[in-house]
């Protein structure tokens, strides 16, 4: 007997989408950081890099993104994207 397995979908954000949100609102990384209480490179690494360094994990790394995009006014379809 065969089981279904079901998909895993991962959530990817889309970096240049957080970024130019920022860039259009005339945001530093430093000031947005310092609103959504995260550090600069915790922005940077959002906008900048598919790795989780500065976080744990990647589904900390989402809710950061999360926390970063409802400040900026977005909807979360607008920049995380789901792949399997």
């Known amino acids: 007997m065969m089981l279904n397995k079901k998909k895993k979908r991962e959530q990817?954000?889309?970096r240049?989408?957080?970024?130019?949100?920022r860039e259009e609102r005339g945001l530093s990384h430093?000031?947005?950081?310092k609103v959504v209480c995260?550090?600069?490179r915790?922005?940077?690494?959002?906008?900048?890099?598919?790795?989780?360094?500065?976080?744990?994990?990647m589904?900390?790394?989402i809710q950061a993104a999360k926390r970063v995009?409802?400040?900026l006014g977005l909807s979360?379809?607008?920049y995380l994207k789901y792949i399997e």
């Open 38 to 40: 995260l550090s600069k």
């Open 16 to 21: 240049e989408v957080l970024s130019a949100a």
């Open 59 to 61: 589904a900390i790394k």
């Open 69 to 71: 995009g409802h400040y």
């Open 12 to 14: 990817h954000i889309l």
């Open 30 to 33: 430093e000031v947005l950081a």
């Open 42 to 57: 915790h922005i940077k690494e959002l906008e900048d890099a598919d790795t989780f360094l500065t976080f744990y994990s």
């Open 76 to 78: 979360e379809d607008q």
